[in-house]
């Protein structure tokens, strides 16, 4: 009876770890089980946040969505709970795991906000694990960036909607069924990039996080590589841009060539007007002879 007890969450919380395509969803004959009607992710790229949403942080203040987008920086979002038995924490351990690897920091160059989906959760609750993540993180300042939010049914719902963020109470169990999955927004307020399960690579955190960015997150380096990799929804992660690298391939051809161009050019010029110079100085030489 105790090792069902352990298992059936276990199936729960693998069961909603990635979206099923809409194609798959067609195509799917087995109904889902009812535990999981309604939990998944239906992306909603480029919808706008309802940044008016008012929570409450782990201070116990109340703050309003819009303020954590107000130094311009993009905001990664993750919607769990703190009394959840084992998949947010496998996804918020797995995320900072990730996030460890990166030279950025939350505060500096993006804003982390963790929302509780549980409107029973307190402040105090909030606070509490914020404490537990950081020590766990062991990066200095990061706590001044990640930001640990309560806040009303309604407000969180809202939030969810806006992102496509699918979620269930489970009754029988006691637990929300829900998705494993990180929302990347741009500074003012849009939907970017999906993030799914509970590990995070580093190169796909930094590429999501410059790409919600829109270029002000990064080095050039950055900037080529998110040039030369895209999003693919089906492998869930970054994967080389064939037609994007071909095209920086044939503009760096291009600009050798014409680089080689160039400098056959000048060479020519010159030995042409080294020949012209030297038979002008021949002319001279004759007549005064």
Known sequence: MKSTRVIAPLLLALAALRPVPPAAAVQRQEPLPKELE?????????????????????????????????????????LNYYSCPML??????????????????????????????????TPTLARLKKQTYMEYYERPGAA???HFLTGRERDIRQL???????YTWVEARREYAHPAAIMLASPD????RYLYGVMYEPKDLRLAIAEAGEGKVGSTAEQILLYCFHYDAEEGRYVIAASNLMRAGGLATAAIFGS??????????????????????????????
Do not use: Y
């Open 38 to 78: 309604g939990v998944g992710i239906t992306e909603k790229l480029g919808a706008r946040l309802p940044l008016d949403l008012e929570f409450v942080d782990e201070t116990g203040q109340t703050v309003r969505l819009a303020s954590f987008f107000a130094k311009g920086r993009p905001v990664m979002l993750t």
């Open 189 to 192: 307020g849009r939907v970017v």
């Open 160 to 166: 969810a909607d806006a992102v496509g963020f699918g």
């Open 88 to 121: 947010c924490t496998l996804m918020l351990n797995g995320l900072i795991d990730g996030l460890r690897e990166l030279k950025w920091t939350p505060g500096q160059e993006f804003e982390v906000v963790t929302l509780s989906i549980n409107p029973l959760e």
């Open 260 to 289: 080689w161009l160039f400098v056959w050019w000048r060479r020519s010029t010159r030995r042409r007007d080294a020949g012209v110079a030297g038979s002008a100085r021949e002319g001279v030489s004759e007549r005064e002879h």
């Open 144 to 146: 001044a960036g990640w």
